[in-house]
């Protein structure tokens, strides 16, 4: 049986996904193979890994696989059904490697009602208040520091907050959407995700990663203010 790639960029990538998948198909224990990450989306260099999700049969198990091949970091990680299931309504940010992901071979329809469940669990999401509670307190404590580092003059000690804290300050933007963060190499994929967001947000958050440490600070500030009184008030 032959996989349509066209849609992936690079020769590099396509040979070695026709060449793993022609092994697993063979496999009895195969139901399933996802093609998963920057290449399944389109955004993938040349150099970038490429990532496999094998599906089993029932009570089948094999512990995470990772090699060089030809000069490409390939990952394989397998799972049955259940603990695929498992893993996406435990791990939220699962969902992502469903709603980019390929499927690439799925005889009996497994993967399939997989990306089902996790188009449902994306749509229904929201964030547990606990969870919620303990982001704003969290957020709400770097604000305080950065604003005082800025008060004090001493920019590095800012900067050094901005900068450590970035993760936080992003999972803050997703959660005022009541969204699931995307996995770091993903998230510039699905900011357009987040139709609420202001129109600045998307350059904050490129400025956060890309200016000057005055102008990082300044941009960190400006997305707290904009978060904090929605994750209050969600």
Known sequence: MDIDLDFVQHKSHRRLIRSICERQRQDPEVIGILLKGSVARGDAYSGSDLDLQVLLRDGCQRPFFSAVRNGTVLEISYSDVSHARTKLTQRPMWVYAYL???????????????????????????????????????????????????????????????????????????????????????????????????????????????????????????????????????
């Open 100 to 234: 980019d992901g390929r499927i690439l071979y799925d005889p009996h329809g497994a993967l399939a009602r997989l990306v089902e469940l996790a188009h449902e669990y994306y749509t229904k999401y929201s964030l547990p208040q606990e969870e919620r509670r303990s982001l704003s307190y969290w957020l709400k404590s770097v604000q305080v520091k950065v604003a005082a580092a800025v008060d004090a003059g001493d920019l590095a000690r800012a900067a050094y907050y901005a900068s450590t804290s970035s993760w936080k300050v992003l999972e803050g933007i997703w959660a005022v959407h009541d969204k699931p963060i995307p996995p770091a190499g993903a998230l510039w994929a699905h900011v357009d995700d987040l139709t609420a967001r202001p129109p600045s947000v998307r350059t904050a958050m490129r400025v956060l990663f890309e200016g000057d440490a005055e102008a990082r600070v300044q941009a960190a500030l400006a997305i707290l203010e904009w978060v904090l009184p929605l994750l209050d008030t969600g």
